[in-house]
C-alpha cells in the first residue's frame, strides 16, 4: 500500500497553494464583510484547470482523479471556505450531474462553459419544509407544449445569487418514489424565478439563496438526459460529494490547527509558552491526532471513488467524522487562544462558524449516522 502523494497530486496542491496565497488571500477580508464572492475567481480557476479536474480530458476536463479533486478542495479550504463551498456547488454538484447522465448537447451548452469557468452553476435540491427527506420534495414538474411547468421553492441554494444555470430537482409525479423525481437544467435569469440573497453566520463568501419557482418554463432539451427518473443520479452525486465536503472539513481543521499551535508557541504566561502547559498541550496533541484520523479516511474514501468502489455507507463515514472533526478542533482552536479566539483578527471564530455548515449541509451527521445504521441492518 501507498499511502504518498504522486508528483502529480503534489503539483496540483502546489499550484492551489499558490493560487491562494498570491491571488485569493488578499481578497478573503473584503469577500467575508461583504458577503460578494468576486466572479472572476471561477474564470481564473477555470483557467488553471481546477474546475473540472476530475473529469475526462475528452470531456474539457484535466484528467484527474478524485485524489486531486479534494486536495484542490483542501487548499481551498484552507484558506476560506466560502471560496471553497462556491467552488464545490459549481464543479461537483452544478456540472456532476451533466457530466454523468447529460446529453451530448447538453454537456456542450453546460458543462464545458462551466468547467471554463465562463458560466456558474448551482444544485437546487434543498426546500423549505423538505429537510433532509430527498424524496418528499414538494417542487413539482408538470408537463406542457414543449416542455415543462415547474413550481415550488427551494432553500439554501450555494451560488443561486450569482448562477448562470440550476440543477433544480423536481416532482414528475404525486408518489414518494425514486422515479419521480427529476432534475431540470434552468437558465437564468428565468421567467417566474425569484431568488433571494441570504445573510449567513458562516460561510459568508459563499452566496447562498432562497429561491421561488412560480410557472417556470423548461423545455424538453433541458430535461437532464432527456428523460425522466433521475433520483439515482442525485443519490450518486451526493455520496461523492460527501467525500469531498469531508476533504473541506479537513483544510478548516487544519487551518484552525495551524493558527492554534502558532498562538500557543508565540502566547507566553508567566514567561512560558502556553502551548507548554500541560492543559494547552494536550488539547493540541489530541486535535493533531484528529485531524491525521481524518486525513486518512477522506483519501480512503477518494481513492474509493477513483477504485470506483465507493458506497453509501463509507462516504457517510467520512463525511461523518471529517465534519465533526472539523467542529471539535475549531473549537479547541477558539479556546486556545482565549479571549482573542473571538476576536476578527484572528482567523479561528470564522473557521468555526465555517465548519458548522457541514456537520449540517450536505447531510446532517445524524443523516450520516442513519445510513451507516441501516447499512448494519439496523432501521433507524
Not at 476536463?61 to 456547488?89: H, N, P, T
Not at 430535461?223 to 476533504?247: H, M, Q
Not at 456537520?359 to 446532517?364: A, H
Request: charged share 25%.
Amino acid at each position: 500500500m501507498d499511502f504518498s502523494f504522486s508528483e502529480q497530486h503534489v503539483a496540483v496542491r502546489d499550484t492551489v497553494r499558490r493560487l491562494c496565497q498570491s491571488e485569493h488571500q488578499p481578497l478573503i477580508a473584503a469577500a467575508e464583510e461583504n458577503e460578494v464572492l468576486p466572479r472572476h475567481v471561477f474564470a481564473r480557476w477555470g483557467e488553471l484547470g481546477l474546475l473540472g479536474v476530475r473529469y475526462p480530458e475528452s470531456d474539457g476536463g484535466s484528467g484527474l482523479d478524485k485524489i486531486s479533486d479534494c486536495i484542490v478542495r483542501e487548499e481551498l479550504s484552507y484558506m476560506s471556505q466560502g471560496f471553497a463551498s462556491s467552488w464545490s456547488a459549481h464543479s461537483h454538484l452544478g456540472i456532476w450531474p451533466i457530466w454523468k447522465a447529460g446529453t451530448d448537447a447538453q454537456r456542450q451548452r453546460f458543462f464545458r462553459p462551466a468547467v471554463q469557468g465562463s458560466k456558474i452553476a448551482g444544485f437546487a435540491l434543498s426546500e423549505p419544509d423538505g429537510g433532509s427527506n430527498i424524496r418528499a420534495l414538494k417542487t413539482r414538474a408538470e408537463r406542457v407544449a414543449g416542455g415543462w411547468r415547474l413550481n415550488g421553492s427551494k432553500l439554501y441554494i450555494t451560488n443561486a445569487p450569482i448562477a448562470d444555470f440550476l440543477l433544480v430537482a423536481a416532482r414528475t409525479a404525486p408518489e414518494l418514489r425514486g422515479d419521480a423525481v427529476s432534475l431540470f437544467i434552468v437558465e437564468l435569469p428565468a421567467k417566474g424565478m425569484v431568488i433571494h440573497k441570504l445573510k449567513k453566520e458562516g460561510i459568508r463568501a459563499s452566496e447562498t439563496g432562497l429561491i421561488h419557482i412560480e410557472d417556470v418554463f423548461v423545455p424538453d432539451d433541458c430535461v437532464l438526459g432527456e428523460r425522466l427518473g433521475t433520483y439515482p443520479v442525485i443519490l450518486e452525486s451526493l455520496s461523492e460529494n460527501r467525500v469531498g465536503v469531508a476533504a473541506n472539513a479537513l483544510g478548516m481543521a487544519r487551518a484552525a490547527f495551524d493558527a492554534a499551535t502558532a498562538y500557543a508557541r508565540d502566547r507566553l504566561v508567566a514567561g512560558r509558552r502556553i502551548g507548554d502547559y500541560q492543559a494547552i498541550g494536550h488539547k493540541l496533541a489530541e486535535m493533531s491526532a484528529q485531524i491525521e484520523a481524518a486525513r486518512w479516511l477522506v483519501y480512503y474514501g477518494a481513492w474509493r471513488v477513483d477504485q470506483n468502489t465507493l458506497d453509501a455507507a463509507t462516504a457517510a463515514r467520512v463525511k461523518l467524522i471529517a465534519s465533526e472533526t472539523a467542529v471539535a478542533v475549531s473549537e479547541q482552536a477558539i479556546r486556545i487562544h482565549g479571549g482573542a479566539g473571538i476576536m476578527r483578527e484572528y482567523p479561528v471564530g470564522r473557521i468555526h462558524r465555517d465548519a458548522l455548515v457541514y456537520v449540517i449541509g450536505e447531510g446532517t451527521s445524524e443523516i450520516q449516522k442513519n445510513i451507516i445504521l441501516r447499512e448494519l441492518g439496523f432501521k433507524p
